[in-house]
C-alpha cells in the first residue's frame, strides 16, 4: 500500500462512519439514555416488571452500538491524523506501521457496519433452521448432511449454541430433515440469510461411473418468537401425528411413540420435534417451532418480499447460492453476486464473510 492507496482508504472509511452515523444518529441515542436512566431512578420503576425488563433490553443494545460507533469513528479519526503528522514530517516507519494495519481497521468498519445491518427488530432473537433435501434420493440426503455439518461448524466458530429439534437420518446415507435452534447474540440476524434453496454440483461418491449431479436443499430460517408476542392458532387447523423417535435426538427409538409433528393445515407448513423423552415437551417445543414459522410468514407477507420455501420449489432456478465442487472450485452467492474459490473452508463453517456480503448487498438493494 502507498500514501494514495491509504488517503483513499481513509475516505471510503470516513464516509462509512458518517453514513451509519447518520443512521443511528449517536446524539439521540445520549439522550434516550439519559431518559431510560432517569426512569430508573423513579421509586414504581420495577412495579412494571414486564416494562423495566424492555428498557433494560433496550439500554444495552443501544449501549452497545454507541460504543462500537464511537470506538470505530476514534479508531478512523486517530489513523487520520496519525497519518497527516507521519506524512508530513517523512516518516517512513509510522506511516509503514499504518499501512500494515490497514486491513484491521477496515474490518474494524466492516464490524460496524454488520452490526448496524443486524439491529432489525428480530436479528438478536435465536433462530429455528430446518435443512430438506430436494428430489434425488442418496445425492440429495448427503447434500442436507454437508449443509448441516456446515451450519454446525459455523455455530462452533460463532460461539453459538445448537440444540438439536429434529433428525431423521437417510436411507443409505446423509439425512431426510433435521431441524435445530441455534442460540447466541444476533443468531437469526446472521442465518436469515441462509433461508432459501442450495444448490450442489460435484461428481457424485454414490456414482460408481463418476458422473457429475447436481442436488439441490432447501434451508429454512425463523426467528424464535419471544413468549410475549402472540399467535393465534385454532385446534381445528392442525394435524397431529405420533412416531417412534430414530436416529440422532431419538433416546425410547422403537419404545414409545414419543415424536410429535404437526400440520398447519390452512398454511400447509409442517414442523416436527422428538429430542425429548416426554412426548408432552416434543408437542411444546413444536408448537413453538410452528408459531416461528408463522410469525415469519407474516412478516414476509407484510414486506410483500416472501422468501418461504417449498418442498415442490426445491430444484432448478430457485437456488440462493450454488456450490460447485467439479469440474471447477466455486461457492457463488447470487444475490451479492460474489463468488468464493474456498469450497473446502466453506463447507467447513468459514461462511461469514459470505453471509455479511449478502447482508451488504440486501441493504444497498432496499436503499436503492
Not at 182 to 200: D, P
Not at 356 to 365: A, R
Request: net charge negative; proline share 2%.
Amino acid at each position: 500500500m502507498d500514501n494514495y492507496e491509504y488517503t483513499e482508504l481513509l475516505k471510503r472509511l470516513n464516509t462509512k462512519v458518517e453514513n451509519i452515523g447518520s443512521i443511528i444518529k449517536p446524539q439521540s441515542i445520549k439522550e434516550r439514555l439519559q431518559e431510560i436512566e432517569r426512569l430508573e431512578h423513579e421509586p414504581d420503576f420495577w412495579q412494571d416488571i414486564a416494562k423495566a425488563g424492555a428498557l433494560n433490553k433496550e439500554k444495552t443494545k443501544i449501549s452497545n452500538m454507541l460504543a462500537k460507533f464511537t470506538n470505530a469513528k476514534a479508531a478512523v479519526d486517530d489513523a487520520k491524523e496519525l497519518y497527516e503528522l507521519a506524512n508530513s514530517e517523512s516518516d517512513e516507519e509510522t506511516l509503514n506501521s499504518l499501512f500494515d494495519d490497514a486491513t484491521e481497521l477496515e474490518n474494524k468498519i466492516t464490524a460496524l457496519e454488520i452490526s448496524m445491518l443486524l439491529s432489525g427488530e428480530d436479528d438478536n432473537k435465536n433462530a429455528i433452521i430446518s435443512i430438506h433435501p430436494g428430489a434425488g434420493g442418496t445425492e440429495s440426503n448427503d447434500w442436507a448432511s454437508m449443509l448441516y455439518r456446515m451450519y454446525l461448524r459455523f455455530c462452533e466458530r460463532e460461539g453459538f449454541k445448537v440444540e438439536t429439534l429434529d433428525f431423521q437420518e437417510g436411507d443409505e446415507a446423509g439425512l431426510k430433515d433435521v431441524s435445530f435452534i441455534v442460540k447466541g447474540e444476533n443468531a437469526y440476524g446472521y442465518l436469515k440469510a441462509e433461508n432459501g434453496i442450495h444448490r450442489l454440483v460435484r461428481t457424485s461418491p454414490f456414482d460408481s461411473a463418476g458422473r457429475r449431479h447436481t442436488s439441490f436443499s432447501s434451508v429454512m430460517v425463523s426467528p424464535e418468537i419471544d413468549d410475549d408476542i402472540e399467535i393465534e392458532i385454532e385446534e381445528k387447523d392442525l394435524k397431529i401425528d405420533t412416531y417412534r423417535a430414530s436416529g440422532a435426538g431419538g433416546q425410547h427409538v422403537n419404545k414409545t411413540e414419543s415424536a410429535i409433528r404437526i400440520t398447519h393445515m390452512p398454511t400447509g407448513i409442517v414442523v416436527q420435534c422428538q429430542n425429548d423423552r416426554s412426548q408432552h415437551k416434543n408437542r411444546a417445543t413444536a408448537m413453538k417451532m410452528l408459531k416461528s414459522r408463522l410469525y415469519e410468514l407474516e412478516l414476509m407477507k407484510q414486506q410483500e418480499a416472501s422468501n418461504s420455501v417449498e418442498k415442490s420449489e426445491i430444484g432448478w432456478g430457485h437456488q440462493i447460492r450454488s456450490y460447485v465442487l467439479f469440474p471447477y472450485q466455486q461457492v457463488k452467492d447470487n444475490r451479492s453476486g460474489q463468488a468464493f474459490s474456498q469450497t473446502d473452508a466453506i463447507l467447513d463453517g468459514d461462511i461469514k464473510k459470505m453471509i455479511e456480503g449478502v447482508l451488504i448487498s440486501q441493504k444497498s438493494t432496499d436503499q436503492s
